[in-house]
């Protein structure tokens, strides 16, 4: 597209045209005044009367520089006709002819450069717009990423790297007593779930006692008859203000956690009175429910070692109560799974020995080296989890002994995802043949 010089300099059409009659009308006018003996300035270095002309073309390109030459000859041989310039000199059509093309060339040249200056403005104008657009991006995607930070301030890690924290921490306390190991509870959940201001107190039938074994933060005393504390006794799980909101605003506290084991027994309970504000949310009350959870249970039983025997058989059952509860409470999946070796061989042993060997950090597995029978819980694991370990376990019998799990008479009795009904987590637990 062409741009007009109207719309690049703002000049009105009519001014424009105003300024090249004026032009053209000193062109005429001003020689004829200076030199009437010469007013077509023949004899002299340069043909002035050809200069506004020339001017026109220069500010108002070829049409405008054309029109002006064109008036200007006319208005010459007209003012010839009536014997105004009074000369004998012949009208020097070659020469003006010569100045006019110069003009038209110079106009030329102007409309060629004003459309490149339009080009550059153009993109000029692109490029600032698309500046402006990615800072305008840019100071989004800072401040989202600054919102995403605050949100994972206290859920950095996975669930799954969450819960192997709580058994770490606790499984390297000498005493699994509560006031003994208050501190690294009440450390593991300001960690992960980004509470400001919480105080850790014990529980005895059914009532919060004594000083508060671990605190951080500025924090009131304890108030056992708070509508969320209540709430938290009569529904044995973390209460939130969100769920609470008919009565949270009597309440002090944003949420109530108890230490609860599989068999509903509080041991404590935190009392939360400042949270980070964007961690309040589903995800992280989750997370702390199911670590609470946990930290009941290893209270209760010291897990030192993953793999159990028959005699443990107690405690891995509640570890499946455990994860049946979490798979209906907070859809968490987890897998059941027996596997066999239905004909004692060392080939068959090895591999059991192996599949003890390389547990995974959160799978509790009970062995019956009688029976040759395993037994695995694996927690926060879906069906393409449990298809995908027996194809690796498949694939590594056959790369050290040379042959397949079914050739080996290993056979996988039980696949079960949770939640399952009593009688399924029952027929699961037996070991005999």
């Given at each position: 597209m062409k741009p007009s010089l109207r719309k690049a300099r703002q000049v009105p059409e009519s001014q424009a045209w105003l300024e090249v009659l004026v032009f053209t009308a000193l062109a005429l006018a001003i020689p004829a005044w200076l030199r009437p003996s010469d007013p077509f300035w023949q004899h002299g270095d340069f043909a002035w009367p050809m200069l506004g002309p020339l001017l026109v073309a220069l500010r108002y390109g070829f049409a405008k520089g054309l029109a002006s030459v064109l008036l200007l000859v006319a208005g010459q041989l007209l003012l010839r006709r009536v014997d105004a310039l009074v000369t004998a000199q012949d009208y020097p059509f070659g020469t003006m002819v010569g100045y006019a093309l110069v003009a038209m060339v110079a106009g030329e040249f102007r409309d060629l450069?004003?459309?490149?200056?339009?080009?550059?403005?153009?993109?000029?104008?692109y490029v600032r717009d698309r500046l402006d657009t990615f800072t305008r991006h840019y100071h989004l995607l800072r401040s989202s990423h600054d919102r995403l930070e605050q949100m994972?301030?206290?859920?950095?890690?996975?669930?799954?790297?969450?819960?192997q924290a709580v058994r770490s921490a606790i499984g390297q306390l000498q005493e699994r007593r509560l006031d003994k190991a208050a501190r690294a509870i009440l450390g593991l959940f300001v960690e992960y779930g980004g509470l400001q201001s919480v105080s850790l107190y014990a529980v005895e039938d059914g009532d919060i006692i004594g000083e508060p074994l671990a605190r951080v933060g500025q924090t009131q005393p304890a108030n056992s008859k708070d509508p969320m504390v209540l709430a938290m006794f009569e529904q044995r799980e973390l209460i939130s203000v969100a769920q609470l909101q008919s009565r949270a605003e009597q309440?002090?506290?944003q949420i109530v956690i108890p230490l609860i084991d599989v068999n509903d027994?509080?041991?404590?309970?935190?009392?939360?009175?400042?949270?980070?504000?964007?961690?309040?949310?589903?995800?992280t009350l989750t997370l702390m429910a199911v670590m609470a959870g946990h930290v009941g249970d290893l209270l209760r039983h010291a897990l030192a070692n993953p793999v159990m025997g028959p005699d443990e058989k107690p405690y891995f059952h509640a570890q499946v109560l455990r994860a049946q509860r979490e798979a209906k409470r907070y859809a968490i999946p987890a897998q059941l799974m027996k596997i066999r070796a239905t004909e004692p061989s060392a080939?068959?042993?090895r591999v059991l020995e192996h599949l003890n060997a390389t547990r995974r950090g959160l799978d509790v597995y009970l062995y019956d080296a009688q029976s040759l029978t395993l037994l695995l819980l694996m927690p926060l694991a879906d069906e393409l989890d449990q298809a995908g370990f027996i194809g690796r376990i498949n694939s590594w019998s056959v790369e050290r002994l040379g042959k397949s799990l079914a050739e080996l008479n290993i056979q996988v009795e039980?696949?079960?995802?949770?939640?399952?009904?009593?009688?399924?987590?029952?027929?699961?637990?037996?070991?005999?043949r």
């Open positions: 450069w004003e459309r490149t200056n339009e080009q550059q403005k153009l993109q000029l104008d994972l301030a206290g859920h950095a890690l996975s669930l799954r790297e969450s819960l309440s002090q506290y027994r509080v041991y404590g309970v935190l009392l939360v009175e400042q949270i980070q504000f964007f961690t309040l949310r589903e995800s080939q068959a042993e039980e696949q079960r995802s949770l939640p399952v009904d009593e009688e399924a987590i029952n027929h699961f637990m037996e070991l005999g």
